[in-house]
C-alpha cells in the first residue's frame, strides 16, 4: 500500500511539474533532410560535413537542444532566407558546439565556439546567409578557416 501511495504522490508531481507528460519524456525530432556539405580550405583541399538542413523557423529555433551526443563529421546548417546579422545561443544545448557564419556566396566570415547551455548570445559581424554549427573543435582538427568556402549548391 505504500509503494501504491508513493507511485500516485510521483505521478501527481510529474502531472504538474510536466502537465504534457508524454512531451517532456521526448522532444519533438524534425526529420530534416541531410547532405553532404564539402568545405574547400585556402589550400584547395576539402573536408565534408554531413549535415542536417534546417531552414524552416521552427527547425532553426530547436536545432541541437537536447542533443547529448553529436559526432565529429557531422553538423546542423541553418538556412535563412536573406542575408542578416545571425545570433545564436545555445539554450538546452549540452553538447559544446563551433559555429561557422557564411555568407550568401559560401565564404566563411567567423568561427566561434560555445558554451553548453549558455544564453549569451554569438553573433556574427556581419550580414550572412547560414549558419553551420558543429562538435566544438571540429573545424579546428579540419584545418577549416574562415575565409574558406562552403559548396552550397543552389541554395
Not at 531552414?55 to 532566407?81: C, W
Not at 556581419?126 to 582538427?141: D, I, M
Request: aromatic share 10%; charged share 25%; hydrophobic share 40%.
Amino acid at each position: 500500500m505504500k509503494k501504491m501511495k508513493k507511485l500516485f504522490f510521483a505521478i501527481i508531481a510529474a502531472a504538474l511539474i510536466c502537465p504534457q507528460f508524454v512531451s517532456c519524456q521526448q522532444k519533438t525530432k524534425f526529420n530534416l533532410p541531410v547532405e553532404t556539405l564539402e568545405i574547400v580550405k585556402a589550400d584547395s583541399t576539402s573536408v565534408f560535413v554531413k549535415s542536417e538542413i534546417a531552414s524552416k523557423a521552427e527547425e532553426r529555433n530547436f536545432g541541437f537542444m537536447e542533443r547529448k551526443n553529436i559526432p565529429d563529421g557531422t553538423g546542423m546548417l541553418f538556412v535563412f532566407q536573406k542575408d542578416q546579422v545571425l545570433s545564436f545561443w545555445m539554450k538546452n544545448t549540452p553538447h559544446p558546439l563551433s559555429i561557422a557564419y557564411i555568407d550568401s556566396q559560401g565564404i566563411i566570415r567567423d568561427i566561434y565556439d560555445m558554451t553548453p547551455f549558455s544564453l549569451a548570445p554569438i553573433q556574427s559581424t556581419r550580414s550572412v546567409r547560414y549558419a553551420l554549427e558543429v562538435p566544438q573543435g571540429w573545424y579546428e582538427k579540419a584545418g577549416v578557416k574562415t575565409g574558406d568556402k562552403v559548396l552550397l549548391g543552389n541554395r
